[in-house]
């Protein structure tokens, strides 16, 4: 029983540390986090808006399969776990010999090294010792910004020289960074939560809806002082803002006028601009009230709140009872079609204490309903505003500094990754198939070959002029470096092949 499981957690293990494995699921990944950017997510989008966009039966395909809260379904998050430990697998199964590499770089090459080493040439030492060779070499390694260490073995001695040698544990840099994003994202999806909050001027509230129509209580309120929305010449929105206040504890700790992406962040939690719009009530009314039964007509502005009474005159008064944004008639009645003040109408009452009489008043006139007519006053409107609400966002992401951090250390590990090369230099006296005295040059990179190359040819040319060694005409540099079997290119004593 022990062998056959044995067998299948290696294949499990091999599967999961398979570089195919790790790179098809990130795929995946890409591809469902484009997925939520691109088809409309609860709860951000209003359930209108969602059943406009999508058919019914696409709106159920979708909210079955979770398409509508992607970040925050089951599998997406099976996903990103599952991701994490093959990118950890992956990690751990090449990391010692990385390790290694980065630890006990390999400083002195022996015979066999350098006869496969792609990039690779000879400098004849002529009059020179190898001792001066070495020097030359050393001070021409120095020059070029890469110090090199002399290796004394007890049978032989050269240099070595490396420059950015940390570059090599870059892809683990990176491998961190994206395990820091997932855990940011997991943790969000676990213990995060987003809700609404819908505040209108002068109010307040600790009452957070959330998505499944749940209420969460904040440990303190949120007061909006102020809200307003700015447009262009066409109409459309601009801008809207907020003037927030964090009341805690009785007392006000702070203030922030917030707008679309600058949140006010407090206690964890972030109050995102989200919306803006009119309530549909009534705020003030100012109407022109005219006297029709006086000897000479009087008008007086009044301005009139909703249930607040106004006097006219000393036996008049006239009471705001009713607004309806957008109305409509039906069977007698005065009905409110939408909340969108496109058809608006007040309901006033002028009540007469002489004669103990209350006369209904609409604006405008509707015939079979009103009673203006019978009004000792005629009302002209001015002047109507409704109130106005400011639709805050709230979202408490415990797990965003991890996501940020993450990012930061990605963009660490890539600027290694594409920008810092590991280069390695070796320098070696030696005997060339002429049986005359010379030096062997090697270098690698471990990636952005072709530039190294010149690199190298400058390190070359360097140790040549150091040795004041006036470069030799193209046949002779070709019979000074020994032919290689293997494909290349000769660059002024450079040798190179394809790995």
């Known amino acids: 029983m022990a062998l056959p499981f044995r067998s299948s957690s290696r294949k499990i293990w091999q599967t999961l540390s398979s570089i195919k494995t790790g790179v098809v699921l990130i795929i995946l990944v890409v591809i469902f986090s484009a997925a939520g950017t691109v088809i409309l997510q609860r709860p951000m989008t209003d359930a209108d808006d969602m059943q406009r966009a999508y058919s019914p039966a696409m709106l159920r395909f979708l909210d079955v399969t979770g398409l509508t809260d992607i970040f925050h379904t089951r599998w997406f998050i099976a996903l990103l776990i599952l991701v994490s430990f093959s990118i950890i697998a992956a990690s751990v199964q090449r990391f010692p010999n990385a390790w290694r590499y ?21 400098v004849p030492l002529a009059n020179y010792d190898e001792e001066q060779g070495l020097s030359a070499a050393e001070r021409a390694l120095k020059n070029l910004g890469v110090p090199a260490e002399r290796i004394v073995r007890s049978n032989s001695f050269s240099l070595f020289a ?10 683990y840099i990176v491998h961190a960074s994206l395990l820091l994003i997932f855990l940011g994202f997991i943790v969000d999806s676990v213990y995060g939560w987003r809700g609404f909050l819908m505040l209108s001027p002068g109010t307040a509230s600790n009452q957070v809806e959330l998505k499944n129509g749940a209420l969460r209580t904040l440990p303190f309120s949120i007061r909006c002082d102020g809200t307003g929305e700015e447009t262009y010449t066409d109409g459309s929105p601009k801008r809207w803002w907020s003037k927030l206040a964090v009341v805690d504890g009785g007392h006000e700790i702070s203030r922030k006028e917030i707008v679309v992406n600058d949140p006010l962040v407090y206690r964890g939690l972030r109050f995102y601009q989200a919306s803006w719009g009119r ?7 100012i109407v022109d009230a005219t006297r029709l039964n006086g000897a000479t007509r009087t008008t007086q502005e009044v301005s009139l709140s909703m249930n607040q009474t106004v006097a006219l005159d000393s036996d008049t008064s006239v009471q705001l009872v009713d607004f309806i944004p957008d109305f409509v008639v039906q069977d007698g009645r005065v009905y409110a079609r939408s909340k969108e003040v496109v058809n608006p109408a007040v309901h006033l009452v002028v009540t007469s204490q002489k004669n103990n009489t209350s006369v209904n008043v609409w604006l405008p006139e509707i015939p079979g309903v009103d ?6 006053y005629s009302f002209d409107p001015k002047d109507l505003k409704t109130e106005v609400y400011t639709g805050l966002q709230v979202s408490h992401e415990p797990g965003q500094f991890a996501v940020w951090a993450g990012v930061v250390l990605m963009a660490l590990g890539l600027t290694f990754v594409f ?3 590991h280069m390695r230099f070796w320098v070696v006296p030696v005997v060339d198939a002429q049986g005359h005295s010379a030096l062997w040059i090697g270098g690698t990179a471990n990636r952005n070959r072709d530039a190294f190359e010149l690199k190298f040819k400058k390190v070359v040319e360097q140790i040549q002029q150091e040795l004041k060694i006036q470069v030799a005409a193209p046949s002779a540099s070709t019979a000074a470096i020994p032919q290689r079997t293997m494909s290349g290119k000769t660059l002024s004593g450079i040798t190179t092949a394809g790995r």
């Not at 040698?165 to 870059?170: G, K, Q, V």
């Not at 009673?371 to 000792?376: C, L, T």
């Open 102 to 122: 980065y630890a006990r770089p390999y400083k002195s090459p022996d015979e066999s090294f350098r006869k496969v080493l792609p990039t690779q040439a000879q």
């Open 162 to 171: 490396e420059r950015n040698r940390i570059s090599e544990m870059a892809v």
């Open 279 to 285: 309530t549909g009530k009534l705020d003030k009314l």
């Open 371 to 376: 009673e203006n007519a019978a009004s000792s």
């Open 419 to 421: 920008y810092v090369v």
